[in-house]
């Protein structure tokens, strides 16, 4: 089970080994399966993983006032101490950012939510951290299939529908403690 | 009497013009136009990037192409190189004992020493055993650091663990004890199970000391003199990694293998003189040294360098139209380098630095058609066109144009197949030596040692300076100095090392840190060209003695590159020898030197009465 508890509004952080996740309004909350019915917490675990096992530390936080996931990553890295943000939609949509970037540009970007497995989450979470150490990692291997946004589409609507409802565009950044 | 004079090299890459007007035998004026060659050298393909090459120079002079009373062409020196390589040792593990696995992140620090156990079989072990538990994927980090954990409170010695997954980390930072970790074995179901084993993890940053060392092994496995002897390979595989396993099995071992890479027969006045590729290059430029004018050169059949020697041979026939059994190698030459390859029987794919030979060869032949372009430029421009000299001689004539130069002069021009040397000594004759190996090897020996599979960014790591981008608005060059940026730098470049072109930035795919790289790139050059050069110099001298020559004049495209002028310069300094770049009519830089010695060769035909 995942559980979510909001601590109050977040600050930049200041430890050059810190990774910020941040996430979009629905959650955890109004949302727990990703669009592939994948709890969520199993995705946080293998994204967790990666960048625990290349010596990084994250943080969480909860981004309410978008669901656009070009702006919750932008608001993300500018409140890590590494200067790099992972960000993910409920959906499964992620995406690497670093802070100097504008919003839509990207470190990388996995926008075909169905396709990404527990298994890319791992090397997301790992090439992130790989980030935050200045390294250079191989970008993840993107999977594309054309018929994706089309399948999902009725889906991806309602689960971008449901974020929308759990937005609030008056109010800054929270942090998260998350446990699974 | 006015004339227009133009003198055209058609090189391999780019072709030259250098067009004169020409007032009662003197020189008045002269400019200079380029083009990139168009098709092979020597091919009607050629004419137009000639006529192209002529434009722009006449454009320049304010004339047209057809105003133009004399066309010199030069006699193209019908030299052509390749390159191929041998690799010659080779990593074989027998049985299963695991070597050099060298993950990024591997977990925990120290030495462990035990035998092998299966997690899932933790509850049979002994207790007064030490073990080392092996983790397939099958088990989560969570569950082995439980289990482990478990089993450390029940008074089980675990004094290290190998894991399939990428989890050392993860795992280490939920165990009570500090062991040794090692991940990403991938096959790790071949890893022996009750077999003596030990596991060592060195610091972030540091070497491994113990299993990196013969009697380190020793210490652990108890060995004697005799089997200590037989795991040298193993110890020296080792060294560098930052963690390692070594498990000993009944019949288990690592060697390293010579691979039969075949013969080089150099061939001369009906002997033959062998030097075996698998004993390094220094024997078989030995052999050539002592040989000096090879006459032919063959390689042993059914192996690389017999097939590369081969396939120069055929390329050459077919572009001079020649007989295939009447083109003749006169050259070679041969450096050694390492190669990334995988060991052959490995656990979790291991890579070993192996042995290898870089050949190059080249081939001469009487004569490219020439002629045949200069009749088809003649009919297609309505200009009279004449073969001026050869290559090398009006290189020299070129590059003595450059200010403090004077005979005896040694003109060097490096192309991408072969190096071609040219001497004039002080009674105006010149001789011209061709050698194999130049920009072309040094091409191939970076991508080989850095493993890129990339000829193209092989060709741009040569050319080009490194630099790494530190933020997306700042670099580091290789040299150290920052430089920074208004705009941002586009975010697919960030944190990669890149290669610094003009034309824009392109990203260096790999795990080397610039610093390799680097020196990768500069030892290549220094392999190939520098030694080149020293072996050009040996073959020009009449004695022998490299000391005798005063100038060395690089010229040609290769000069053009960023780092080789100062280290050729740097290199024969030590033998007392001005050397550097040209600087043809004092304002063309290393560029058209060979057009410009076919017009001034005119001068000089004018004034000894033509």
């Known amino acids: 089970m995942l559980e979510i508890k909001e601590l109050g509004v977040s600050q930049p952080g200041t430890d050059a080994k810190e990774i910020i996740i941040a996430v979009s309004p629905a959650f955890g909350t109004g949302l727990t399966q990703s669009i592939t019915d ?61 802070r100097d970037l504008v919003p839509l540009d990207n470190l990388e970007l996995f926008p075909q939510s169905p396709l990404i497995t527990l298994d890319m989450y791992r090397t997301i979470g790992k090439n992130t951290a790989k980030y935050g150490k200045g390294e250079h990692p191989e970008p993840v291997e993107i999977l594309n299939d054309y018929m994706v946004p089309s399948k ?9 529908f449901k974020e929308g409802k759990c937005a609030d565009r008056e109010m800054a950044p929270i942090d998260l403690e998350v446990k699974f | 009497m006015k004339k227009y004079v133009a003198g055209v090299d058609i090189g391999n890459a780019s072709t030259e013009t250098a067009l004169g007007l020409i007032e009662n035998n003197q020189l008045v004026e002269c400019v200079s136009g380029i083009a990139n060659t168009s098709g092979i050298k020597g091919t009607y393909d050629n004419i137009k990037g000639i006529e192209k090459s002529l434009k722009d ?121 500090v ?81 039969p890479a075949g013969e080089i027969i150099l061939h001369k006045r009906g002997r033959e003189y062998n030097a075996r590729v698998d004993r390094g290059s220094k024997e078989i430029m030995d052999v050539v040294r002592k040989v000096k004018d090879i006459e032919d050169v063959t390689g042993t059949k059914g192996t690389n360098v017999g097939g590369m020697l081969e396939k120069v041979r055929k390329q050459m026939a077919d572009l001079t139209e020649q007989d295939y059994n009447t083109v003749f190698i006169k050259d070679i030459m041969a450096v050694d380098t390492i190669v990334p390859k995988e060991v052959q029987g490995n656990l979790a794919k291991e890579f070993s630095m192996e042995k290898a030979v870089g050949i190059a060869a080249m081939v001469k032949t009487e004569k490219l058609h020439m002629r045949r372009l200069a009749d088809a430029v003649s009919a297609k421009l309505g200009v009279e066109v004449e073969i001026g000299g050869v290559e090398g001689s009006m290189a020299v004539r070129g590059a003595l144009t450059t200010p403090g130069t004077e005979k005896p002069i040694l003109v060097l021009d490096i192309g991408a197949g072969s190096t071609d040397a040219c001497l004039l000594n002080a009674k105006n004759e010149s001789r011209p030596v061709h050698l194999a190996g130049a920009g072309h090897m040094v091409t191939m020996l970076i991508n080989a040692e850095l493993g890129l599979n990339d000829v193209k960014l092989a060709e741009d790591i040569k050319k080009y300076p490194l630099a790494k981008v530190e933020s997306l608005y700042h670099i580091r060059h290789e040299d150290g100095s920052v430089q920074f940026f208004e705009d941002a730098i586009d975010s697919k470049l960030f944190a990669r090392t890149i290669v610094v072109k003009p034309t824009g930035w392109k990203p260096i795919k790999t795990k080397q840190n610039m610093e390799k790289i680097r020196a990768v790139r500069r030892e290549a050059k220094e392999k190939v060209l520098i030694s080149n050069i020293i072996r050009a110099l040996e073959k020009v001298s009449l004695s022998g003695n490299i000391t005798e020559f005063e100038h060395v004049v690089l010229v040609g495209g290769s000069s053009l590159d960023f780092e080789l002028g100062n280290m050729v310069t740097d290199a024969l300094a030590y033998y007392g020898i001005v050397s550097g770049k040209a600087n043809v009519r004092k304002t063309e830089g290393p560029r058209n030197a060979v057009a410009t010695g076919l017009l001034l060769s005119y001068l000089e035909e004018l004034e000894n009465g033509r």
């Open chain 1, 38 to 98: 994948e709890p969520l917490e199993n995705i946080l675990k293998e994204l967790c993983a990666g960048i625990e096992e290349e010596g990084m530390n994250y943080r969480f936080v909860k981004v309410y006032n978008s669901t656009d996931l070009g702006i919750i990553t932008s608001q993300g890295s500018k409140l890590a101490g590494s200067g790099i943000c992972v960000a993910m939609q409920s959906r499964g949509t992620t995406v690497i950012h670093q």
């Open chain 1, 152 to 160: 999902f589409l009725i889906k991806s609507t309602l689960m971008h």
């Open chain 2, 57 to 177: 120079a006449a454009k320049k002079m304010g004339i047209e192409v057809s105003d133009i009373d004399l066309i010199r062409i030069n006699e193209a020196t019908p030299v052509i190189g390749d390159f191929a390589m041998e690799t010659i040792t080779e990593t074989i593990i027998t049985e299963s004992t695991l070597i050099g696995h060298n993950p990024d992140t591997p977990g925990g620090i120290g030495l462990g020493i035990g035998e092998t156990i299966r997690l899932q079989d933790i509850g049979k072990a002994e207790k007064d055993k030490a073990y080392i538990v092996v983790v397939n994927e099958e088990i989560d980090f969570v569950d082995a650091a439980k289990m482990i954990n478990a089993a450390l409170e029940e008074g089980v010695d675990i004094t290290g663990a190998i894991l399939k997954k990428d989890d050392g980390v993860l795992v280490n930072n939920r165990i009570t004890k």
């Open chain 2, 179 to 259: 062991i040794p970790i090692l991940d990403e074995v991938a096959s790790i179901d071949r890893v022996p199970i009750g077999m003596p084993c030990a596991v060592e993890v060195a610091d972030a940053g540091a070497c491994i000391e113990f299993l990196s060392n013969p009697y380190g092994i020793a210490t652990v496995f108890g060995l004697n003199a005799s089997e200590t002897k037989q795991i040298v390979h193993i110890a020296k595989a080792l060294i560098g990694n930052r963690s390692a396993v070594v498990i000993k099995t009944p019949a288990g071992e690592v060697k390293e293998r010579k691979i």
